[in-house]
């Protein structure tokens, strides 16, 4: 279980500036549900002094996305456009005292929201940098340029270090050994690195996040997964909503949301805390989609 400060459960369960802003004139759109997390900021910007009236978010993710996007809006009201460009993750990790190394990752995407609505903002196209061809963490479609600017950025050392900032190689571990390169060739270009530094090594299999020692069979993922929903319906119920399975899919956990939870601005919240349930009751990262994301049948 991850340790989260009162400012981030603060944010996460009274999140500022949540749903859209009518009257935004510069919005960033970064992630993809299909990889886990999703970050739609929208700034009202006033023209003649450049200076971020309002700011709202609209998230798909856990509880640290939602607090760190909530965090953000209320970071850059108030600031010229160039004061909030000089925000980076780990400010915005700081204004919430702190988040879990495995969770970094969503103060980064915030990062990258900002400067993509700032871009809108200037009628210029944002570009993350990410190069055709240069994917390196297939399972979350991170690629090598993101990689080596957070490696830069934050002075990341160890693989297990990217996996929190960025979430490539938490997956099926494959693109280690190209992390691992990416990591080499940062270190070498460090003020005081000769060409013939070793290249770091990848962390040893046992400081790794492991899963639970005994993989669940699927039956027993479903009756885990049903025990997680049962442990959060009152709370939902209670605001006149509920949630009920829907399928399991490999990853993916498709729920039925149902009442005043169907269709509430809120929905991506209340998916992204029952998702970081899950992860962390199951061991595994897996995705929690609403039944109207499930596949048509064919």
């Given at each position: 279980?991850?340790?989260?400060?009162?400012?981030?459960?603060?944010?996460?369960?009274?999140?500022?500036?949540?749903?859209?802003?009518?009257?935004?004139?510069?919005?960033?759109?970064?992630?993809?549900?299909?990889?886990?997390?999703?970050?739609?900021?929208?700034?009202?910007?006033?023209?003649?002094?450049?200076?971020?009236?309002?700011?709202?978010?609209?998230?798909?993710?856990?509880?640290?996305?939602?607090?760190?996007?909530?965090?953000?809006?209320?970071?850059?009201?108030?600031?010229?456009?160039?004061?909030?460009?000089e925000i980076s993750n780990q400010n915005i990790a700081d204004f919430l005292d702190g988040l879990p190394p495995?969770?970094?990752?969503?103060?980064?995407?915030?990062?990258?929201?900002?400067?993509?609505?700032?871009?809108?903002?200037?009628?210029?196209?944002?570009?993350?940098?990410?190069?055709?061809?240069?994917?390196?963490?297939?399972?979350?479609?991170?690629?090598?340029?993101?990689?080596?600017?957070?490696?830069?950025?934050?002075?990341?050392?160890?693989?297990?270090?990217?996996?929190?900032?960025?979430?490539?190689?938490?997956?099926?571990?494959?693109?280690?050994?190209?992390?691992?390169?990416?990591?080499?060739?940062?270190?070498?270009?460090?003020?005081?690195?000769?060409?013939?530094?070793?290249?770091?090594?990848?962390?040893?299999?046992?400081?790794?996040p492991k899963p639970p020692s005994a993989k669940l069979t699927l039956?027993?993922?479903?009756?885990?997964?049903?025990?997680?929903?049962?442990?959060?319906?009152?709370?939902?119920?209670?605001?006149?909503?509920?949630?009920?399975?829907?399928?399991?899919?490999?990853?993916?956990?498709?729920?039925?949301?149902?009442?005043?939870?169907?269709?509430?601005?809120?929905?991506?919240?209340?998916?992204?805390?029952?998702?970081?349930?899950?992860?962390?009751?199951?061991?595994?990262?897996?995705?929690?989609?609403?039944?109207?994301?499930?596949?048509?049948?064919?």
């Amino acid at each position: 279980m991850w340790e989260y400060s009162d400012k981030v459960r603060e944010h996460f369960f009274n999140p500022r500036n949540s749903g859209p802003l009518e009257e935004a004139n510069g919005i960033g759109d970064v992630g993809s549900i299909q990889c886990g997390d999703a970050l739609r900021l929208m700034l009202k910007v006033d023209p003649e002094t450049e200076i971020i009236e309002d700011a709202h978010f609209q998230t798909f993710g856990c509880g640290s996305a939602i607090a760190s996007s909530s965090a953000l809006t209320e970071m850059v009201k108030g600031k010229t456009l160039d004061q909030a460009l000089e925000i980076s993750n780990q400010n915005i990790a700081d204004f919430l005292d702190g988040l879990p190394p495995e969770k970094m990752h969503c103060s980064v995407m915030g990062r990258e929201a900002l400067q993509a609505a700032i871009a809108n903002y200037r009628g210029e196209v944002w570009s993350d940098d990410h190069e055709e061809g240069a994917l390196i963490c297939k399972c979350f479609a991170i690629d090598a340029v993101m990689i080596e600017d957070v490696v830069k950025a934050n002075d990341l050392h160890t693989v297990e270090e990217v996996t929190f900032y960025t979430k490539a190689g938490g997956g099926c571990a494959s693109c280690h050994e190209g992390i691992e390169e990416i990591l080499a060739k940062v270190k070498a270009a460090r003020p005081g690195s000769g060409e013939t530094s070793p290249p770091v090594a990848c962390p040893a299999t046992p400081e790794a996040p492991k899963p639970p020692s005994a993989k669940l069979t699927l039956v027993q993922k479903i009756k885990k997964i049903e025990e997680i929903l049962e442990s959060v319906r009152p709370m939902l119920q209670r605001d006149h909503g509920d949630v009920e399975l829907a399928d399991v899919q490999g990853k993916k956990i498709y729920v039925h949301l149902k009442g005043a939870c169907s269709g509430c601005m809120m929905e991506a919240a209340t998916l992204g805390g029952i998702q970081q349930k899950m992860i962390e009751a199951l061991g595994e990262l897996v995705q929690v989609l609403p039944s109207s994301h499930m596949p048509a049948e064919v």
